[in-house]
């Protein structure tokens, strides 16, 4: 029997040490590789082919030698059973297309996208129509579904949860996808384990992602449970964990935690305290709120100097004194930022938003904003209100600061700050919002209007859908620069209704260009809209393929 002596690490760096020096400096060792009394195949004994032909041979040693391990190892549990149905056929197909792409499809020089559509973005879309369908990933795909997600944050929350347990099952095995052991965004943690000494154990011993993950899921069954089990660990916890877990309060917040905030404004760490503030200043019975609005009332109110129509007073606070500190009113300021405004603004954006309509004789929120403001405070005024709105959720008063769409950016009744706009929009309901959105960017154009689409709701509505395309539209007619609107086109390619793209097909022709567009403008328009009608048909596509009942998804 032919014993072949092993490849030691000292044979090959060897090797490596004479292709270093020269092989006129130094002559490679050969090994022998047969039986005992056997000699060696002829073949070159110095040089250059004799330091090849000994790289060749422990190449094959290296790649084919193979130490007995001195125990096998355990066998991997059995993948567990996961009873979600896989998608139909075509849709599978779909998902691995999806996830084999890696590069924008159509890519020409230049940095030009093509007409073709961008497969990158709609695997979020696949994912989000396979959730709400109740499908699993297919055993075969996830490998590459759990690459997908270690290489784009984004992805992960969705494509854990299609993943589902025998995405967690692999994960065990493979060092590159261990952050899906992280725990698992949007998963209940409570699943399997509903009893008291379950969570107990998992809060006690659990790591921090999953402590955070298994508060906001009792705070979403159990408010009152959620809390009891926050103050059992509160004064163990680290400052940077108190926060965390302070800001899970704010699912199913109400007036039974106001104690705990209270006691929380006391914490010794700034943030926590800002963030009780915070909590607190959401809760409009509270002492906390009662105590904000009574010191704004000293600060904001009718202006009663004789002058010729209602307006609104403001005295800024002087001090920021051992109670305002006590009830999280930060004293230093920013750079740049007045004291006193910045002292003033902590304390309206924490006033019940009820509070102004008493103090201004029963006027409504509209009315309280559309009156002046003495002495230049009033864009430091309704900044504090627009904080205050968001943070309380009120409806009303997001509509009166954001006026009407189609005022002036700058002249409007409430705030000009697209920032803020986006912030209050998020109150008002979907439709409502869209409608907003919709009339913002006919009045003034996609320059200013893409942080407030990505407040709506997917798919746009009809009339916003139609409003964002007739400005497209616009745009290239008036021979502006295609590539300045490259962001809102990726936003529609994502967010308009399949259903217009028959609609669209007529802008996918070149136009000729205005006598001072851009060179090429008119190519680039032309591409962008035959890729955003592509686009649309390949998601009202996938649709179809992964619905139920659907000539192209599975049958009932």
């Not at 020096?21 to 590789?33: A, E, K, N, S």
């Not at 422990?58 to 125990?71: C, E, F, I, K, S």
């Not at 990158?120 to 696949?126: A, G, I, M």
């Not at 004064?235 to 199913?252: H, N, V």
Request: aromatic letters at 6%.
């Amino acid at each position: 029997m032919t014993t072949p002596r092993p490849t030691t690490p000292t044979a090959w760096e060897e090797l490596v040490t004479t292709a270093l020096l020269g092989t006129d400096r130094r002559i490679p060792r050969r090994v022998h590789t047969g039986s005992p009394g056997q000699s060696r195949p002829p073949g070159p004994t110095s040089g250059p082919a004799a330091l090849l032909d000994e790289a060749a041979v422990h190449t094959v040693r290296r790649r084919a030698g193979l130490r007995p391990a001195p125990l096998a190892a355990a066998l991997p549990e059995p993948a567990p059973h996961d009873p979600r149905p896989e998608p139909p056929g075509a849709a599978c197909r779909r998902l691995a297309s999806l996830l084999a792409d890696r590069t924008t499809p159509g890519a020409a020089a230049g940095g030009r996208r093509g007409s073709a559509p961008d497969l990158t973005e709609l695997l979020p879309q696949w994912l989000a129509v396979a959730r709400a369908h109740g499908y699993r990933a297919p055993a075969p795909l996830l490998p590459a579904l759990l690459d997908a997600a270690r290489a784009r944050t984004d992805l992960r929350p969705a494509a854990l949860a299609f993943a589902g347990p025998l995405g967690l099952w692999l994960a065990r095995l493979n060092p590159d996808w261990r952050f899906a052991l992280r725990g698992t965004p949007g998963a209940d943690p409570l699943t399997g384990s509903d009893s008291a000494k379950d969570v107990r154990q998992l809060w006690q011993e659990g790591l921090f992602a999953e402590r955070v993950a298994l508060l906001t899921a009792v705070r979403t069954r159990d408010p009152a449970e959620g809390l009891t089990l926050l103050i059992s660990t509160w004064p163990t916890e680290r400052a940077e964990d108190r926060l965390m877990f302070l800001d899970s309060l704010r699912t199913g917040l109400s007036d039974t935690d106001e104690s705990f905030l209270e006691q929380a404004l006391a914490d010794r760490s700034r943030n926590v305290r800002a963030t009780a503030a915070e909590l607190l200043s959401a809760l409009p019975r509270s002492a906390f709120a009662a105590r904000m609005a009574e010191r704004s009332a000293s600060c904001v109110g009718p202006d009663r100097t004789g002058g010729t129509g209602a307006a609104i007073a403001v005295e800024a606070p002087h001090e920021c004194d051992a109670g305002m500190q006590r009830d999280g009113v930060v004293p230093a300021p920013p750079p740049g930022r007045g004291a006193r405004a910045w002292w003033l603004g902590q304390l309206v954006e924490a006033t019940p938003l009820a509070a102004w309509s008493g103090r201004f004789g029963g006027r409504s929120a509209e009315e309280i904003v559309a009156l002046d403001v003495a002495d230049d405070w009033r864009d430091e005024l309704h900044a504090a209100w627009c904080r205050a709105t968001v943070r309380q959720r009120d409806a009303e008063w997001a509509r009166a600061l954001l006026g009407s769409p189609a005022a002036p950016l700058a002249t409007g009744p409430g705030t000009s700050s697209l920032a803020e706009r986006s912030r209050l929009l998020s109150v008002l309901p979907g439709g409502e919002r869209a409608a907003w959105v919709a009339g913002f960017v006919s009045a003034h154009g996609l320059s200013d209007a893409f942080q407030l689409l990505g407040t709506c709701a997917v798919p746009w509505a009809a009339p916003l859908g139609r409003a964002v395309v007739d400005a497209l539209d616009i745009a290239r007619d008036a021979g502006s620069y295609p590539w300045s609107f490259s962001g809102v086109m990726g936003l529609a390619e994502r967010c308009l209704d399949p259903a217009e793209a028959e609609r669209l097909e007529v802008l996918t022709g070149r136009s000729d260009d205005p006598e001072d567009a851009a060179p090429g403008a008119g190519d680039y328009w032309a591409e962008a809209f035959q890729r955003l009608v592509a686009t649309l048909r390949l998601r009202a596509l996938m649709r179809a393929e992964l619905t139920p009942g659907s000539a192209l998804g599975p049958q009932p």
